[in-house]
């Protein structure tokens, strides 16, 4: 195929979408193309331009022989607040009421679409924090921690409260879960956390932060740091949060189960009129 | 934003890839930019030659008032098999023998974007099987069956071994494992599979089938019927298999945890010269 302007900017686009925080060497689209490096400079700044207008993601080009352009996701923060309106909307409805102060979440979290839509937020707010993996807790923090790694190009490391063979040895410690006060185990396997990360953890749901709180102790077992928390929905006039520094993208800030009664609002990722995509 | 074709066909391609399996009308694209129909209609055609082309996907246009056009995601059948074959070198590494005849896997299952890419095989080789829904079994098998449902633009169902409170009403079955011969339970919220539906199985590694075969019997508990099966690995050499049709990306062929050697080969997908994106 001969390309043209137009044939590059598409399979270009294509090319950093599926490639985000990778330093792609110039080169690299000079010899795919056969065209001059001059060429493909201009038609990074067609797609930069593109890119930041619609708050897509940023290009960054780095001089030098050791140099490229670097791809870094974000999002827009009308739509993101268009999003996050209709989901509080959704999380509304008082089907979702289960006993014991749960929410029926299933639906959402299995949305495919809109579980990467949802890490994408997350991975636009901490673009900048040198985040090296994820971490999440098994069953349904998973899917939302992929869809942060995907955007951020990091691993994910699954936390799980079972121990299984086929994941060779494991790193567990106990915690006290926070709504309940049960003493309980959970664990990683030693291989599936490099020492010296720097961790974001992600979770579905939190209530009193237990869990949270011993995703970070177990952090510090791999003797890494933490480079934030996020979660899909909190609790909030629940009783004295474990965590202090986490970002919700939604608060579950009233449930009446007698009176079939559920309000959610924006979370606390709003707060900060930074914390999205702008330039 | 004054759109010019170039900024045009950089934010169409975005918008593509983020919504597969959907049929968008021309007159989005048209009132988005301010631009007439035909010059929308020419833009596709630029797009379809590079996706097709690159292998990226099919652009299908139909016509009529209720019509529009519809990205359906394929992948090179060379790249695939590069990637399969990196895959399987990388799983050779004896460091990953664990009892009981278990490869180490996470490290594979804990990459989102080889995940995806993993993900996007499946659902090529599905695309036209009119799949409502992926099916996968908790913990391993989650990232590859979002990464599936991504592609597809279906939602994941996830089934569980331990019932959870956060799920309200569910469906359970007691299904015997192939390898072990023990009698175990999976259960599947009752809100997170629509009757009716065309499932797509998916999971990371089979070795008798036990655990797949459970989930066919699941499928049909919800009225549903089965689209397919996906799995990362399956082990060969090991006892009658318990499921017939499926495709696996890769075979463990050997295993010997004393000589410390593993074989691993191309999966079954790549029996069929037609699997792929050939359009």
Redesign the interface.
Known sequence: ?NYR???R???M??YF???PHKQIPLSYFAESYDSAKSSISEDIS??K???E??Q?GTITTTAGATGGVTFVPTVDRKDTEKLIDELCYRLEDPDRI???G??????VI????L??QLGKIFASKFRKSKVDAVMTM???G??LA??V??HL??????V?HEHR????SIVSINYVSGSQKRIQTMSL?R??LKPNSNVLIIDD?MKAGGTLRGMMDLVKEFHSTIAGIGVLTEAVNEEEKLVNEYVSLTKLTEMDSKQRKIKVERGSIFDNPFSFGEL
Chains 1, 2 share one sequence.
Do not use: C, W
């Not at 749960?102 to 639906?107: A, E, K, Q, R």
């Not at 299995?110 to 679409?113: A, K, L």
């Open positions: 195929m302007r137009s044939g900017l598409v399979d686009t294509n979408l599926n490639h067609i797609i331009e593109v890119f207008y619609k897509i289960l006993p014991g749960y929410l029926y979440m299933m639906d299995g949305d495919p679409i579980t990467q098994a069953t349904k998973i899917p992929y869809a790694g995907n190009n990091v691993p994910v490391s699954i799980r063979i086929t994941e060779g396997a291989r599936s749901f």
